[in-house]
């Protein structure tokens, strides 16, 4: 069955230290994933989508790598505006998207 | 903002009841996806449309329904609602979902209420 676990699922940290969040997936065939940031009641907010092994990409202080079994989201000096749920979600071959849980980052200044 | 709408923002009914929540997607994009997200399950996929046709489907009740209009726009009906549907429905839009690939871009949600 397909299936994305992320880890850890919260994850508290001091203003400038960094860390990284993991995201492993065993499905059948993927096509992309994909990293979100979501703020309390409001929409999931793209960050990064991955397609192959190996790839990498960055946004401002955040790196998403990825691996043919995981993925992991790196927080380069967080700021306390960095504090949200980061999702961690999978296209499969049957063309059905799986989130993962989330993982709760808290960023103390 | 994403350039997705969602309406209505909130939504309280009672059990039995149905209600139609509506999904503009972002200019150009031609998919359409609804999720559910409650606070023990995640968010979940329902069901997709590409272009006003069914693309696939996920854990979605027989009592819901969803459909895309030719003008792209799309509506999430449920029906014989139960306290348990209370949750976060999000819509999301890609440019094409036909290679299931795309970058999904989520709206702000509609938070269903069912007392």
């Known amino acids: 069955e397909d299936q994305v676990t992320q880890s850890p699922e919260a994850l508290r940290l001091q203003e400038g230290e960094s860390s990284s969040l993991n995201c492993s997936y065993t499905?059948?065939?993927?096509?992309?994933l994909f990293w979100y940031r979501q703020d309390p009641g409001k929409g999931p907010e793209f960050l990064f989508t991955?397609?192959?092994a190996g790839e990498e990409k960055e946004k401002e202080r955040l790196k998403a790598t990825l691996t043919k079994k995981e993925s992991f989201l790196h927080i380069t000096a967080p700021k306390p505006e960095d504090s949200a749920t980061y999702l961690c979600?999978?296209?499969?071959?049957?063309?059905?998207?799986?989130f993962g849980a989330g993982t709760r980052l808290f960023v103390k200044a | 903002d994403s350039g997705v709408t969602q309406t209505p923002k909130h939504l309280i009914t009672a059990t039995g009841q149905r209600v139609t929540l509506r999904c503009s997607p972002r200019?150009?994009?031609?998919?359409v996806y609804w999720y559910q997200q409650s606070l023990d399950q995640g968010l979940q996929f329902l069901i997709q449309?590409?272009?006003?046709?069914?693309?696939a489907k996920g854990n979605i009740l027989e009592r819901f329904s969803a459909q895309q209009f030719p003008d792209l726009h799309s509506e999430l009906n449920l029906s014989s609602l139960e306290l348990g549907d209370s949750a976060l429905y999000f819509c999301?839009?890609?440019?094409?979902?036909?290679?299931?690939?795309?970058?999904?871009?989520f709206g702000p949600g509609t938070r269903l209420t069912v007392l």
């Open positions: 200019s150009g994009d031609l998919s």
């Open positions: 449309y590409y272009n006003g046709e069914e693309r």
């Open positions: 499905v059948s065939g993927l096509r992309g």
């Open positions: 979600a999978v296209n499969t071959g049957g063309f059905k998207t799986i």
């Open positions: 999301a839009s890609s440019v094409d979902g036909a290679s299931g690939a795309d970058t999904q871009y």
């Open positions: 991955l397609y192959s």
